[in-house]
């Protein structure tokens, strides 16, 4: 199977004409905003971005949209830091756009949803994003007040999260070093879009993180289905992890290879529709208290071989057709058929872990410059946080805080050194 129009197929079915995607499609950027009124505020990076953001401005203009307030708002750093998402509300409160344009990549498109829902929400039920976090709370507010979100147009820049395309936004208390998440349907951007040239602006360590970010979002949502969503999740567990299992290496290798650059914008975007399909679980949870060390994804594919020993007993199906996608492209030659057991998911977090170490990630946390014990008490207390309690029901064995220490605890540990013995299995 040719997996890069598998890929097209499947997102253009899922997204129709509200996503528009490939190679060389920004110039429809003004036509599209038009759509939404004729002042919009672009929010985006003006140093190393500045041509791109340039490129919009030109387009915007040829369509007669202007930039509302007459600059460009700058976007959010790394993570989404909640002071980040008070100042863009405040560029949207004092300039009173049309639209918003979020043009970055994953920080910088949830700080514009997040700011977007204070924006509407923050005068007429609270102004602190606290509020905010946890799953339907903007959607039960703007009925409550019967308010409607300012339209948000998001334009990706990064092969990374697929937060142009979901109902996620990961804000971070850069204090306490520590992600919350918001989980709405109600900040899903109105139009996305993606120009896959355009990463090749990105340094390469940023489109890896990408990738592992990719087959995270898709194993985690396979690993976590339910029968009535096992055959599409399969779908996209399939075609995102074949696609990075193949084309990364080539991209270490030529970072100016657009095919392999397409496939990597592509796979994460399967992550991202995955994601609006199930939900993460383990991995992503125990990334929310990495931020400050490590990449999201990198993070997440780090953890994921050692959470899938945790789950083994539920993800046997799944850990088998995993287990022979990487197989195929040659990170393991274990007889992936005639395994089972806690053995097959050993077999399949080892391969996971030579995959990461082909594209020169890290694959323990011991590994990671900065990591701490605080980091492990850190991790083990946000899995007790009610407002990310979802995670913990995702896990194909949903837990509950009580049962943080006892399995969780030892999942940490293994991947700090790389001991898989050690985890307990749920």
Known sequence: MDQLKEAYRLLKEWKGDSYVFGLSVIDQIGKITLRFGKKALLVSNTTYMKPFADTVVKYLNESGVELAGGCICPDAKPNAPREDVYRIESYILHTKPDCIIALGGGSTIDACKAACALATLGAKVTPEIDHYFGTGVVTKELQATQSKMIPLIAIETSASSGAHLTKYANITDPVVGQKKLIVDESIVPNVAVF???????????????????????TFEVFCGAK???????????????????????????????????EAIGLATDLGGYAIMVGGTSGAHLTSFSLVDIVGHGTAC????????????????????????????????????????????AVSVAKAMIAYGKSINAPTTLGEIEGFTEEHIKRALSAAKDPQLDMKLRNMPVPMNASLVDEYMGPVLRAAVSGDMSIIKEL
């Open 301 to 344: 594919g780090i953890m994921n071989p050692y959470y899938a020993i945790l789950y083994s007993k539920a993800i046997q199906p799944q850990l088998k057709v995993v287990g022979k996608i990487f197989k195929k492209f040659g990170y393991t030659n274990d007889d992936v058929d005639n395994l089972s057991g806690r053995d097959l």
């Open 227 to 261: 029968e009535a969503s096992y055959d599409k999740t399969k779908e996209l567990a399939e075609c995102a992890i074949s696609l990075c299992a193949e084309y990364a290496h080539k991209l270490i290798a030529n970072p100016s290879d657009m095919q392999a650059r």
């Open 195 to 217: 120009d896959y040239s355009v990463t090749k602006s990105m340094p390469v360590k940023v489109t890896i993180d990408g990738a592992l970010d990719a087959i995270a979002h």
